[in-house]
């Protein structure tokens, strides 16, 4: 998302979850997924809707899907408040940090081309990185590298909401981060940062010959039969899409955020894509059908973060079993995730990323569906875990 996911914070690391226990398994497990039954589908309509009313979304597209189980497709509330015209499933929408989870694929992908190595230091590929010797591709995929959070930074905090429809060059949001001292040594710790994003962004474009835009849609969109999702280059937004509401502004006021340019995330964040294509994209990513087993093993090396009850892979989140990533930036969340358990998948959303009563609407709606789906595994990833400063946009 550009889930602006930042510091560390004092609680006990969640336990580390074995790559044996998100393998995909062939039969469903007794229990791991509920039916999808009408009685069912009735739970979930009203728990959706209690979450948007209390958390003022404007509205909401959520996806369930789980062999033998059923599917759930329903959109509710509005996507532009000025029309009223409503949510549909068919919408584009902006899914912030879930690039995340496309940049890192294509780095993996020229791991299995032997054109980068994983515990290669970016000083190999970029110059003046700090620690840049010691701080390895793995380590920058993981969230480890130390490297401040450029999107947690005042100027860069100004320059944006000052003038959102402008744009922001990698470079430009590598001096943001290069600016502040670097957090810990490479490895010592887990710090959700945008910056590790940018620095692998370019490494995909220099191993890789091309521009990243270009460089994920040959090599990963257009493989994984993903035709509605797309990188865009600016504020481009293909319609038809929601219109996305946001409070990260100057003024701290409410503004219609559909066209402001989303290359501030760029490898981190400025990704658009579609309902059916990230329930396509949720399997593709947990089961890693465009990697070499060995390589989707070491995506699923989860390590333990400072969240409770979550992990943290090469550029992916294991939450209580639940394997994606989240998404948010001004005016819209995402929440893309699979249950190996059950092979389920799960889609949701929205067009606002105001954060209600400390929590990201995304984890609102995935907690309030997987309690009644999934009560085994119930998705709940705290706001500090995916943005440390409601000062800052996130991804």
């Known amino acids: 998302m550009l889930i602006v996911p930042g510091t560390a914070y004092a609680s006990p690391p969640a336990p580390e979850i074995p790559f044996s226990a998100m393998a995909d398994p062939s039969p469903s497990a007794d229990g791991a997924f509920a039916d999808l039954s009408p009685a069912v589908t009735a739970r979930l309509d009203a728990a959706i809707r209690k979450v948007m009313r209390e958390a003022s979304v404007p509205g909401v597209t959520v996806g369930l899907w789980a062999p033998g189980k059923g599917s759930y497709v329903r959109s509710f509330g509005v996507a532009d408040k000025a029309t009223g015209a409503p949510m549909e499933p068919d919408l584009n929408m902006r899914i ?84 502040h001292p670097v957090q810990f040594a490479p490895g010592a ?23 990243l835009n270009e460089f994920i849609e040959r090599n990963v969109l257009e493989p994984a039969g993903l035709t509605n999702t797309v990188f865009p280059t600016g504020a481009e ?16 006021d409410i503004e219609d955020a559909t066209d402001w340019n989303p290359s501030w995330g760029w490898a981190a964040g400025a990704m658009i894509s579609d309902l059916q294509d990230l329930r396509s994209w949720a399997r593709t990513l947990a089961t890693g059908t465009l990697l070499t087993p060995e390589t989707q093993a070491e995506r699923l090396d989860i390590a333990p973060t400072t969240i409770p009850g979550a992990g943290y892979g090469l550029g992916i989140f294991n939450v209580q079993g639940w394997i994606g990533h989240n998404g948010s930036l001004p005016g819209y969340e995402s929440l893309t995730v699979y249950l190996p358990e059950a092979r389920a998948t799960m889609v949701v959303l929205l067009n606002t990323d105001i954060v209600h009563d400390q929590a990201e609407p995304s984890t609102l709606f995935g907690e309030a569906i997987t309690r009644i789906v999934s009560p085994g595994h119930v998705y709940n990833l705290p706001v500090t875990a995916t943005r440390s400063s409601s000062e800052s946009p996130s991804s």
């Open 237 to 252: 937004f293909p319609s038809p899409h929601a219109h996305g509401y946001t409070n990260q502004t100057a003024s701290g």
């Open 96 to 179: 912030g940090s879930e690039t995340k989870t496309f940049t890192v694929t294509a780095l993996l992908e020229l791991v299995d081309q032997d054109k980068v190595g994983l515990d290669d230091p970016i000083g190999k590929y970029i110059d003046d990185v700090p620690n840049g010797d010691r701080i390895t591709l793995r380590e920058l995929a993981g969230m480890r590298s130390g490297l401040f959070n450029y999107s947690m930074d005042e100027g860069f905090f100004k320059a944006f909401t000052s003038d959102p429809d402008r744009p922001f060059t990698p470079q430009e949001l590598l001096d943001y981060s290069f600016s």
């Open 189 to 211: 710790e887990f710090e959700y940062s945008n910056t590790n994003l940018i620095l692998l962004g370019l490494v995909v474009e220099k191993a890789g010959e091309m521009p």
